[in-house]
């Protein structure tokens, strides 16, 4: 099955059938299998058919800080110590330009049959992610990333550009992906990111004998076991990622299908709502922004910033958006917070790094404080970080609102609570009645002596 960079504009596999709609009970437990795939290597048959992304060659300096940066507030992290320093971020995507903010290792791999390596990006995608993940610290601009002192590997493993035309698609599927998932596991890093997904029928990703998916499975099971997470897009809701009805998906989105040991990431705006290419699903785990974003210039020797990319067989411009670029602000606390706790001497493993994301998250409603479209909710990087949750970055508290009795808080008459809430009970509400008449009384005789001495008055006049 077909990968997509998970980007509403990237183009997406084949469009699968729809599978009936039934109770989400997980995924089965596959077929296990000591093979989860040899070394990337390029795949023969496939031919280059549009150009690379060209660097943007003007000005393309943007001063003001990223609202997704301004929102998270990771710099806090960063006044902490906490910058990624000695941590690898796998980067499995369409590759990873050289840039000048960028500390690329040398020991990825590449799927794509160009020659060029892991350290080229002929789509641009890979750059954007790696951009929000290792950024460093430019006093020229506001953007920084997340983790701006970490190290990318670069792992090619799909292009949108390049195409087997007798088989119509195009570089990267589920056996490529299990490739680079192993191949960044053995070669030390830290953290997975994959902003790319296979959507498929609830069937065909509960088939045990489907050797790819379980190859995908054996792959992430064998990160998580030596401590290594991996976190997954969401998808976007395009092709052949549906959106699935709350509770009963009809199509799995993978690795995120594999939820044990994938931390998925869907995508919120600048107002906090879920986007609406989000692709929910029982196995979303977290949100983090994924709209209107700044990132790394993704070109071919770029060196500057971008807020648009260019799109489509036209190249219009259009926003740096999707759930691809939510994932990696969760990687880049992945990294921060693996780094604090081994700098502390106490080392956490991959289950409790993805749990303390998924704990400390700022929870929506609805059943265990999460739902599926958002997950546990958007991340809080000094609660996950810390050891509370804390409020809003630098804000004020909202002011409190005044409390009033009205009729939402006795919606219908209902006598006999009104009056245990005047008295308490039977003793209460007599000494309420008594109280009642005794104002009364005390008014009345006020009355009679004001009229009296108003007529002593008009008799002596």
């Known amino acids: 099955m077909a990968l997509s960079a998970v980007v509403g504009i990237a183009v997406f596999g084949p469009a699968m059938p729809a599978a009936s709609a039934q109770p989400f009970v997980g995924p089965p437990p596959l077929r296990p299998t000591n093979t989860v795939g040899g070394p990337l290597s390029p795949q023969p048959g496939f031919e280059q058919t549009q150009g690379c992304m060209q660097a943007n060659t003007g000005d393309s300096t943007i001063e003001e800080k990223p609202w997704s940066q301004l929102a998270l507030g990771f710099e806090q992290a960063h006044e902490q110590g906490l910058t990624g320093s000695g941590k690898t971020v796998a980067v499995i995507d369409t590759g990873v330009n050289q ?22 990006d002929c ?8 951009g929000i993940i290792a950024a460093h610290r430019d006093d020229s601009t506001g953007l920084i990333g997340v983790a701006p002192e970490a190290q990318i590997m670069s792992i090619r493993q799909s292009s949108k550009l390049f195409q087997n035309k007798a088989e ?54 064998n990160a ?86 260019a ?26 917070i693996k780094e604090k706790y081994e700098k502390a001497g106490t080392p956490l493993s991959a289950g409790q790094i993805m749990d303390r994301i998924k704990a400390t998250a700022m929870h929506p409603g609805g059943n265990n404080g999460r739902n599926d479209i958002v997950g546990y909710g958007m991340i809080d990087f000094m609660a996950a970080l810390g050891d509370i949750v804390p409020p809003e970055h630098g804000k004020l508290p909202a002011p409190m ?58 008799r002596r006049e």
């Open 311 to 336: 799109a489509g067989a036209d190249g219009q411009m259009q926003p740096i958006q999707g759930t691809s670029f939510a994932t990696p602000y969760v990687s880049g606390l992945a990294v921060l």
């Open 224 to 309: 998580f076991d030596r401590g290594v997470v991996v976190v997954a897009a969401a998808g976007n809701a395009d092709g052949a990622c549906q959106k699935n009805p709350s509770g009963s998906p009809t199509t799995a989105v993978l690795p995120a299908w594999f939820d044990e040991y994938v931390l998925t990431v869907g995508s919120v705006g600048q107002e906090g709502q879920p986007s609406e290419f989000t692709v929910p699903g029982p196995w979303v785990d977290v949100a983090a922004p994924g709209e209107n974003l700044i990132s790394l210039d993704p070109g071919s020797g770029g060196s500057g910033l971008a807020s648009q990319i």
């Open 401 to 458: 609102k005044p409390t009033r009795l009205s009729a939402d808080v006795i919606p219908q008459k209902d006598y006999p609570a009104l009056l245990v809430a005047l008295g308490g009970s039977v003793g209460g509400v007599a000494a309420v009645i008594f109280t009642a008449f005794l104002v009364n009384a005390v008014r009345n005789v006020r009355l009679r002596q004001a009229e009296a001495a108003a007529k002593t008055k008009s």
């Open 123 to 130: 789509d641009g995608h890979g750059t954007i992610v790696a």
């Open 168 to 221: 119509k698609k195009t570089v990267g599927d589920t056996q490529t992906m299990a490739q680079a998932i192993t191949q960044a596991t053995n070669s030390g890093a830290s953290v997975i990111n994959i902003s790319q997904s296979s959507c498929q029928t609830i069937a065909q990703a509960s088939n045990p004998a489907d050797e790819h998916n379980n190859r995908l499975y054996q792959a992430v099971k």
């Open 99 to 120: 840039h000048p903010r960028l500390s690329l290792t040398g020991n990825g791999g590449s799927a794509v049959p160009d020659g060029r390596g892991a350290n080229f």
